[in-house]
């Protein structure tokens, strides 16, 4: 058996190493717990695939998927760096070579690893299982953990590393770079337009969960006048102390959250803060707005500590609450609308439309701009992109598992009165009760006494038809978190909780989507050229006040859309928002795939291929289905003509259209939906077949030169991965000594 | 007893590092060192104009953040 060695690297004679090469085999002890893990998770997965008839209990789903993430981490992220990363810890990164200590700056693994977790973890691994879970636990559990492991993980981690060695630079950027002038625009143009919808549908997500709910509509206002506190606390009072303000923030909100059940109660509050869906959508546009012209300092970071404190928080807690109340799965393993395709929830078959459905969690595009631009610039070593990227998404994977779980363990009539919309459960108890026995769930049917009483255990009026995951997560949590923390005493205070934490991540993301959209929208503008160039100036008002009003009216537009559609919003656009997401991913592994092609690495190219080629399937599927399918049910086009046929007849109503207004809004949302289909189908073709070109240019060329930045030798140390070695450990005791030495001798001079 | 209660100590400080960090209150004190290793002779500005440089360097670089 051959020895494992260690080789200290040098870039400087008068230096310790700055990196450590450590080859071998793995020490025995360390395989025997690599069996064991493999062993559990082996048993949860038959546990979780096999049980028919007995029930599950949620646990497993833990066992399956933290045992699958450690093997997948241990070796096929392994793979991956060997074959097509090729970290190299001699090599500065652009963190070291440009540390300006702001947004350069070489920052500890472990704090890199929460902030890049922070700012890819949202609301999209939360909604997206729980919408999935029509289709029963199997199928999302499966698409969540093993999409995540061979392709989501592996797309953020080889962005990641593609932008450290290329100064950090975005995704659009590199688009431009590695596939040339026309494919780079489309890229560009192809992200503004994901961007727009993916904010519009988060916004809806939002909207569906507050609409006339006064205690979430006051907990969640009062965030604002919170952030605003801190903004200026931290700005004149005390500069500098993040921590500080940010607890008092949190205490704050948990006020506001209990403060909201009070106001809730009276009827001054229930005057003020019952707000219909179309007005919050206004409210939300105008907080867009302010958003994206206001200074950062007095909203957006504020807003960003609370987030983010909140965000790893309620995380360990759901984990926690999860472990400790161990409950049983009420949900069937594959449910009858997989097989039909014909679920309330979403329309479509389980193939695409599961995979489209749970996005984030499995495969976001969205982290690639996160990955690419923000993260690369604080990496202390190239090595680390691999806990960073790879890590980080297996924890965000493990977060829509843990929604897929709270959707899954609640009462199925009940969740089918929450998730099903208004057309079909008519919108009240009875009504409801009547449409989700009809539905042949099997189990004991609903009495509306059963649902008016679940709303009011959670303090809310109704919980008919609140669509958009939201509402089901959060009354998931509740009945976890309550049976561990408080009782039943305090299931209003947890569903308040969630609620207001969803909609505080959704509001992290439309306020500094709004911004970042805004920004996009400048540049392009200002690269156009003549008078056009002074958009470019970031400090011009006008021009700021301008992109602004466009970003926000363009997403706003779908919102009100979404928010008045007789359809029932979520089901029509969430498709959207999943197929946006997905071409986004797209566009990223194409730019991966075509640089490792570029590079020659024949053999591996099937790493980024494979997720990029099933992403390709998935997504040309369900858009060919969304444009082409003659199902009103699935083809926007279908449903179109529909409504427009019955309109022509000279019909009073149709379908769920009561009016002959709902029809026009109908044949209007439909074809606006439609074009939108077709413009990002189209936008990702052109990159990828761009990409395509490319690279049998290269194979054909031998290879091309990518945009690679120069080699500069690195002058400091850091462990390759979380947990340092013992060589490494040595090290760094040489490193700590030298910074003695240094210290001592400018004493003596 | 005593083992345990050093044990809770460290921990409690390992947490503390970790959301002080995450946070950024030691941001002000990175900059100082930064400026003092690689521009020696220059004064560092105050912490307060140091947080308000670095949010007017955001308010043009906005970073997004995802769904």
């Known amino acids: ?749 | 007893m005593t083992r345990v209660v050093a044990a809770l100590a460290r921990t409690g400080r390992a947490v503390r590092w970790y959301t002080t960090t995450l946070l950024g209150d030691h941001d002000y004190a990175r900059y100082v060192a930064h400026v003092e290793r690689l521009h020696p002779g220059t004064a560092p500005v105050s912490e307060a104009t140091y947080w308000r440089e670095r949010h007017a360097e955001q308010d043009t670089h906005p970073g997004a953040r995802c769904c």
């Open chain 1, 1 to 749: 058996m051959v020895a494992r060695t260690t080789e200290p690297i040098r870039t400087d004679p008068d230096l310790p190493p700055v990196a450590v090469v450590e080859n071998g085999p793995m020490p025995a002890s360390r395989r025997a717990v690599f069996v064991v893990v493999a062993v559990i998770g082996a048993v949860a997965w038959s546990v979780l695939a096999l049980a028919r008839g007995e029930t599950v209990n949620a646990v497993w789903f833990v066992f399956a998927a933290v045992c699958t993430y450690v093997i997948g981490y241990r070796f096929y992220s392994r793979l991956v760096e060997a074959k097509i990363a090729h970290p190299r810890n001699d090599r500065a990164t652009p963190a070291e070579l440009h540390d300006n200590a702001k947004d350069f700056m070489p920052t500890d693994r472990r704090v890199l690893f929460g902030h890049h977790f922070a700012a890819i973890a949202g609301a999209g691994p939360l909604v997206g299982p729980v919408l999935a879970a029509q289709m029963g636990y199997l199928p999302g559990t499966v698409w969540i953990i093993v999409g995540c492991v061979l392709g989501g993980a592996v797309q953020d981690y080889l962005v990641l590393t593609l932008s450290v060695r290329r100064r950090g630079r975005s995704l659009g950027q590199m688009a431009r770079d590695e596939l040339g002038r026309f494919g780079g625009v489309a890229a560009l143009v192809a992200v503004f337009v994901i961007m727009i919808i993916i904010i519009a549908v988060l916004a809806l997500v939002v909207v569906n969960a507050l609409a006339a709910s006064p205690w979430g509509v006051f907990s969640l206002a009062m965030t604002i006048p919170i952030a605003l506190f801190m903004g200026v606390y931290l700005r004149f009072l005390r500069p500098g102390r993040v921590s500080e303000v940010t607890v008092i923030g949190v205490v704050l909100l948990l006020l506001a959250i209990v403060a909201g059940g009070w106001v809730a109660e009276t009827s001054w509050g229930q005057d003020w803060f019952s707000l219909s869906p179309v007005a919050l959508a206004w409210c939300l546009a105008a907080y867009g707005f302010a958003a994206s012209v206001l200074p950062v300092w007095l909203l957006l970071a504020p807003r960003d500590y609370l987030s983010t404190f909140m965000k790893v928080g309620v995380i360990v807690l759901l984990a926690v609450g999860i472990l400790l109340a161990r409950p049983e799965v009420q949900a069937p393993a594959v449910s009858s609308f997989a097989r039909n395709g014909d679920g309330p929830v979403f329309a479509g078959a389980l193939f695409p439309f599961l995979f489209i459905t749970i996005a984030c969690g499995a495969l976001s595009g969205f982290h690639s701009l996160i990955a690419s631009g923000t993260t690369p610039k604080l990496l202390e070593k190239e090595s680390q992109a691999r806990p960073i990227g790879y890590g980080a998404m297996l924890t965000e994977s493990f977060v829509a598992v843990m929604a897929l779980v709270t959707a899954v363990i609640i009462d199925q009539h009940l969740y089918f009165a929450m998730n099903a919309p208004a057309g079909a459960t008519g919108g009240t108890a009875a009504t409801a009760a009547d449409y989700v026995n009809g539905l042949g769930l099997g189990g004991t049917p609903i009495t509306p006494g059963e649902i008016e009483r679940a709303a009011s255990a959670v303090g809310e009026d109704s919980i008919v038809s609140r669509t958009g995951g939201a509402p089901t997560l959060a009354f998931g949590m509740s009945q976890v978190l309550s049976t561990v923390f408080g009782g039943t005493g305090l299931a209003a205070f947890w569903y308040h909780f969630a609620i207001m934490f969803e909609a505080l991540f959704i509001l992290t993301t439309v306020d500094a989507g709004t911004r970042v959209a805004r920004f996009m929208l400048s540049d392009s503008l200002g690269n156009l050229g003549g008078p056009m160039r002074r958009f470019r100036d970031p400090s011009w008002r006008t021009g700021a006040w301008t992109c602004s009003v466009v970003v926000v009216v363009l997403w706003g537009a779908i919102l009100l859309m979404g928010v008045t559609d007789p359809l029932g919003g979520i089901n029509t656009l969430f498709p959207l928002f999943g197929i946006a997401n997905q071409l986004l991913a797209a566009i990223a592994l194409t730019v991966v795939t075509v640089v490792v092609v570029k590079k020659q690495l024949y053999r591996w190219v099937w790493i980024p291929a494979v997720p990029l080629v099933w992403d390709l399937v998935v997504t040309m599927t369900a858009s060919y289905q969304k444009i082409f399918s003659s199902e009103p049910r699935i083809g926007y086009w279908a449903q179109h003509r529909a409504f427009q046929d019955a309109r022509d007849a000279g019909e009073q109503t149709f379908g769920v259209a009561t009016s002959p207004a709902q029809m026009d809004a109908v044949i209007r949302n439909t074809a606006i939906q439609g074009t939108l289909s077709i413009v990002f189908a189209v936008l990702v073709l052109v990159v990828v077949v761009v990409g395509a070109v490319v690279m049998v240019r290269s194979v054909r060329a031998g290879g091309l030169p990518t945009t690679e930045e120069p080699d500069e030798p690195s002058r400091m140390f850091a462990p390759r991965g979380m947990i340092p070695t013992a060589a490494e450990r040595e090290v760094q005791a040489l490193w700590d000594e030298h910074a003695r030495e240094r210290a001592g001798t400018a004493a003596r001079s």
